[in-house]
């Protein structure tokens, strides 16, 4: 019994020996295991409080830095704005929509206080950076100059290449219209805009005055190329437009300074009807499409007229009319010369009538009345102008009436007829093609008065604005001044 006793010990004694490797190993595992297990949960739990955290106070401040700037540029009358004039518009609400945050306007037009801090706006964000005045900075976004930017109400977007064609005769003045004070808020208007582009855009003005016909006329520029908008080439705009009907001494064309003789570029593959004479603000918007701009504003005051020469046989015909009509009044005793002669002397009086009328005015402080056609004063709104301010001018008709006292005013006879709008807008899109890579919206203003209704003109021109990825919009002396307000409250 007692040899059986040692040899039972040594084999208990070996097999707990065995099984250290083992328990070494699972508690190892379960030590490693631990470990592990502390920090998953510290990165799920600990790691991740501190990140959102994190992550919370850096966004709330950049959405305030973003929310503020946007409540500035809707203050500012941002895209999503209405105008009275056109409450069918829509504009867009999105990113690439907003607008900036609109800095002090330039106290006048002139070429002081011409720096300043602006923002940029994009689809990308908000990025800060240095503008003009009341610029637009670089910032992130769209990139490139693009921008979204109003002009009289009618917003625009993705512009970087701006031309402004502006009427600048003397039939926008007229007292329909508005006078001296609707033009002087248009040049304003215009120059408040050009002065908050940024740098990396670019700006041009063709400007026009149709002729007494509606057909003839002249258009010039202020240069012949886009310019960048930097502050030299600001100071030089404004220095430039702001003469431009600012004096009733020297109004229309004549009061452009150091006027740029246009000759627009033969085009010879455009298949444009050389038959055919387009209305001037046409030719105007040839000048301008020369420029190759993405944006075009276009201000008129009329829709004008197309027409394209008669046939040989028309021709011939109207001819003979003219001759048999000519040899009535001479039957009646009139001599042609001495009509003619009477009638100019009629027209000089009453001009010379008129200019101590408004010398008058202007001595009391007042707008003068401007016409382009001294046949105008004889219409009926304008002798009730001139009977409301207690002056009167007759038209003095001896020598050149018939015997039934028809007055003489026109004794020849044309060699032109009426053609379709529809070839003026043919016109446009051929010149569209052969100039520019990539079609320019056109946006067009017809400047009536608040009595008129030009219902034909609304419809061909916006007709033209639509087909050329623009808007159309009218304008009165009523809207301007509400724009002009609207500025004034911002300051």
């Not at 009345?369 to 001139?386: E, N, P, S, Y």
């Not at 608040?450 to 219902?455: A, S």
């Amino acid at each position: 019994m007692s040899e059986e006793t040692p040899q039972k010990h040594p084999n208990l004694y070996k097999r707990v020996t065995a099984s250290v490797p083992l328990l070494v190993t699972v508690i190892v595992h379960v030590v490693l295991i631990g470990i592990a297990g502390y920090f998953v949960v510290s990165e799920q739990i600990i790691g991740k409080k501190k990140t959102f955290e994190a992550a919370n106070a850096t966004e709330s401040v950049a959405q305030k830095q973003v929310e503020h700037r946007l409540q500035v540029a809707r203050k500012g009358g941002g895209s999503a704005s209405s105008s009275p004039v056109s409450a069918s518009r829509i504009f867009s609400t999105a990113e690439n929509a907003l607008q900036v945050p609109a800095m002090p306007d330039l106290p006048s037009v002139g070429a002081s206080s011409l720096s300043g801090m602006g923002f940029g706006a994009g689809l990308g964000g908000v990025g800060g950076g240095t503008g003009y005045n009341t610029g637009i900075g670089n910032g992130n976004g769209l990139g490139s100059g693009f921008m979204s930017m109003s002009f009289l109400g009618t917003t625009s977007q993705r512009a970087s290449k701006v031309v402004f064609v502006v009427d600048v005769g003397t039939s926008l003045m007229d007292i329909r219209k508005g006078g001296f004070e609707a033009f002087a808020i248009i040049r304003d208007e215009m120059a408040k805009l050009i002065s908050r582009l940024p740098p990396s855009a670019e700006f041009g003005v063709v400007v026009f005055e149709s002729g007494t016909s509606g057909a003839d006329g002249w258009v010039t520029s202020f240069d012949r190329t886009l310019l960048p908008s930097t502050v030299a080439n600001k100071e030089r705009l404004f220095a430039w437009i702001k003469p431009i009907n600012a004096d009733s001494a020297k109004v229309g064309i004549q009061s452009v300074p150091n006027r740029v003789t246009w000759r627009a570029k033969p085009l010879p593959n455009a298949g444009l009807d050389d038959t055919l004479t387009v209305p001037l603000w046409t030719r105007a918007l040839r000048a301008a499409l020369e420029l190759e701009p993405d944006t075009i504003y276009l201000i008129t005051g009329s829709a004008g007229s197309q027409r394209r020469k008669v046939s040989e046989a028309v021709l011939a015909k109207r001819k003979r009319e003219n001759e048999e009509y000519l040899a009535d009044l001479k039957r009646e005793g009139l001599d042609l010369n001495a009509v003619a002669a009477a009638r100019n002397a009629a027209l000089n009086k009453a001009r010379s009538q008129l200019d101590a009328v408004n010398a008058k005015l202007k001595a009391a402080g007042k707008s003068p009345f401007i016409i382009q056609d001294t046949k105008r004063i004889f219409d009926g709104d304008f002798q009730a102008a001139l009977k409301r301010i207690g002056e009167t001018i007759k038209l003095d008709t001896a020598g050149w009436t018939t015997k039934d006292g028809r007055l003489l005013w026109w004794t020849g006879y044309s060699d032109w007829e009426g053609a379709e709008y529809a070839d003026v807008i043919t016109h446009i899109s051929q010149l569209q093609r052969a100039l520019l890579k990539d079609r320019a919206a056109l946006n067009i203003f017809l400047f009536v008065g608040p009595n008129e209704e030009p219902k034909a003109s609304m419809e061909n021109l916006g007709k033209t604005s639509t087909r050329n990825g623009g808007k159309f919009e009218l304008i009165t002396t009523k809207r301007l001044q509400e724009l002009a307000k609207r500025d004034e409250e911002k300051k």
